[in-house]
């Protein structure tokens, strides 16, 4: 009898194999994407790597932009030349050809665009690259670095701090980018006081963005250890205002925002600044000679000493010491009446408290030795710098000083205006002697003919 069989054995058997074929093909596919994607995601982060890499390199041994072979840029016109270059991998911990490009441009001011490009190579052609770009300013001599509003002290605890007033305008030194504060307010408390002044009345975290690395909401526990991020460590906090908020706040007047930082070694230092001052304006009320009533007994060639405000009003590019005669009670500050209609121009230091009724009318910087207040609604422009820096020192002894609490109100309720002017502010420190320009300099690393940079915004420029 027939086999009724038609090799039907033979053709499952055929489609079970082409089956598994299909199969392996599909995993080693799958196993070879897998493995092209990891190679790709590591060459990527290598490329980001580098690219950071290159920027601290940079950062920290900075190009001159005023090296024409360079061939400096604006950046509205595109990137310079290279300004450095290097193996982002020098040791060889990584088995690919790692290395990073960087370029700049200017921005405006002392402002400028730095992008490092960090590369992957393979066979000598790049096969992965990422960016990092970040907005630098360069640090200029002497008072350059100052914001409008500088309070080197501590704040005291009690409505120690008005900064809020409807028509008061704070500018830093770009109306765009932002790099120069408008306050630059010493403390990362210091800095969470003002800011809660100025949005006293709209107090709305949303009104303001709070900038520091990992953490971007103003009342963040960005660490979940129950501690707001502004009360750690010494990283910079810097608020500024959120356009989302269409102006409605306050802080959208104070162009720059308010940071933590100063901007010189000498205002962080009291010691330093106690010797700033010595060679700026020599013996001040801290020294014993002033006890028996009269005007300090060595004085410093150009400076002029008075013993109250109404002799320093309409200075004109001086450098002015107004001090009292006599010695203020321990524990306590002499205090200064400014008036209402105060102007002048230069380097004007104050031995106490100042008391202004409006915004004084003055291009230049004033040292309040104290409280720096303005009560009046006058509406003067300010073209420069206002510092506010309490301290005191052991009788003639620099080594032994240290901050005291200051009150500062800037605006009195007027329509005044501080605005960062760098040639007010250049041409007040050449009227210093030249001992407090070589000791500020030094101080601030600006003294050496090398730049140097203060990055302000780093991030990955997404392709």
Wanted: proline share 3%; charged share 20%; hydrophobic share 35%.
């Amino acid at each position: 009898m027939k086999s009724k069989e038609r090799g039907a054995a033979l053709i499952v058997s055929l489609v079970l194999l082409v089956i598994g074929i299909m199969l392996a093909l599909s995993g080693t596919q799958s196993a070879r994407l897998e493995e092209s994607m990891s190679g790709n995601h590591r060459a990527f982060s290598l490329a980001l790597m580098a690219a950071d890499t290159g920027a601290s390199a940079w950062l920290a041994n900075p190009a001159d932009p005023a090296d024409p072979s360079y061939n400096m840029k604006e950046c509205s016109d595109g990137w310079s030349d290279q300004v450095a270059s290097g193996d982002a991998d020098p040791d060889g911990r990584t088995a690919a050809s790692v290395g990073y490009e960087v370029v700049m441009c200017h921005m405006t001011g002392t402002a400028y665009r730095v992008k490092s490009r960090g590369e992957v190579y393979s066979n000598g052609e790049v096969v992965s690259y990422r960016d990092v770009v970040l907005e630098a300013f360069l640090l200029g001599p002497g008072f350059l670095n100052f914001s409008p509003i500088n309070v080197a002290s501590s704040l005291c605890s009690d409505d120690c701090i008005r900064a809020a007033d409807s028509n008061l305008e704070v500018e830093g030194e770009f109306s765009e980018g932002d790099l120069r504060p408008a306050i630059s307010a010493g403390s990362k408390k210091n800095a969470r006081m003002v800011l809660d002044d100025i949005l006293a009345t709209n107090n709305d975290p949303e009104n303001a963005y709070f900038i520091t690395e990992g953490c971007e909401d103003i009342s963040d526990d960005c660490n979940n250890n129950g501690v707001v991020e502004e009360e750690l460590g010494e990283d910079m906090v810097r608020y500024e205002c959120n356009p989302d908020s269409n102006g409605k706040n306050k802080l959208c007047n104070y162009n720059g925002g308010v940071t933590s930082e100063l901007g010189s070694a000498i205002l962080e230092d009291p010691n330093l600044f106690a010797q700033f001052m010595e060679y700026a304006a020599s013996k001040h009320s801290r020294d014993e000679e002033k006890a028996g009533g009269a005007l300090p007994g060595s004085t410093t060639t150009g400076v002029t000493y008075v013993s109250d405000m109404a002799g320093a009003d309409g200075m004109n590019n001086q450098v002015v010491f107004v001090s009292a005669d006599t010695l203020p009670d321990t524990g306590t500050r002499h205090s200064f009446d400014g008036g209402g209609s105060f102007s002048g121009s230069g380097v004007l230091i104050i031995d106490g408290n100042v008391e202004f009724s409006g915004v004084p009318s003055f291009d230049g910087i004033i040292f309040a030795l104290g409280d720096y207040i303005v009560s009046g609604s006058g509406g003067g422009t300010f073209n420069g710098a206002v510092v506010s820096y309490g301290y005191g020192c052991g009788s003639n002894d620099p080594s032994g000083c240290g901050k005291e609490e200051v009150s500062v109100s800037i605006g009195g309720g007027g329509s005044g205006s501080y605005l960062y002017d760098a040639d007010a502010l250049a041409n007040a420190f050449d009227l210093l002697s030249p001992e407090a320009q070589e000791l500020m300099n030094t101080a601030d690393g600006t003294g050496t003919g090398d730049p140097v940079f203060v990055a302000q915004k780093w991030g990955e420029q997404i392709h």
